[in-house]
């Protein structure tokens, strides 16, 4: 017997905004028109102004979800004026990131963000120390707003992502305030999943059985406990986030 899932709130818009198509990461998986840096966008602030007021004038009595997203978004120079002016009108914003930016920068702007859609990319988040930071900056998001952490599991540096996906989960042993949770691996593409045929990608059939078959939450007895602790699972979708309140059968979009 399947239930529909309707929204609780029916007057909401979503936008997703590709601010630019600049990155600091060029991964041999990624297409060029990802982060070629054509795409900028840095017209005066005026036009962005323009049109985001076009946007809540439009949809006046809605809630806007945005969406926000790149090549990197957070490098452009409008990033936090544009943050600024969805906060000051009461809508929601959530990005997609590498969080290539410094700990410093999350922790400034991270009580402007509705949700953090963040990725590892082995090419670059590559060694130890690397990983420290990378972990630093999940606490910090952790603790402030909904967030999760795909991890790009490219074979040709396996044993990179694996030694990552251990360190989160030693963070969570010497974590006494919570957990990072929101793990998940992510099966690399060839075509990028839009485009034809980019760069060649060869996983082992154990590879590939890690993948479909990865649980963070679920295998480990420490993590699981913290997560039950709260009595709430939270699932992010980079235009939606929903709040599913396990006890009371509750299925409430989370904004």
Known sequence: NVQRIEPVISNRKYVTW?????CPYSCVYCPEIVHSGKIKTYYDWEVHKEFLDFLFDYWKGNKITFAITGGEPT???????????????????????????SINFWESIIDKLNYVSTSFHPHYENTDIKHKK???????????????????MYPELWDTCIDFIDKVRETNYNWTD????????????????ILDKYCDIN??????????????????????HKIQERNKQLYSVQEQVY?????NKKYIPNH
């Open 18 to 22: 590709v601010l630019n198509n600049i």
């Open 134 to 152: 990378f972990i630093d900056k999940l606490l910090v998001l952790s603790e402030k707003t909904k967030y999760e952490v795909r991890v790009m």
């Open 203 to 224: 996983y082992t059939d154990e590879q590939l059985d890690y993948i479909d078959n990865f649980d963070f939450a679920s295998e480990d007895i420490i993590i699981n």
């Open 243 to 247: 709040l599913i309140d396990i006890e």
């Open 75 to 101: 490098v452009h120079p409008y990033f936090e004026k544009i943050l600024d002016k969805i906060n000051e009108a009461g809508h929601d914003v959530g990005i997609t990131t590498n969080l290539s930016r």
């Open 178 to 193: 919570g957990a990072i949770d929101q793990v998940m691996t992510v099966k690399v593409l060839e075509d990028f999943g």
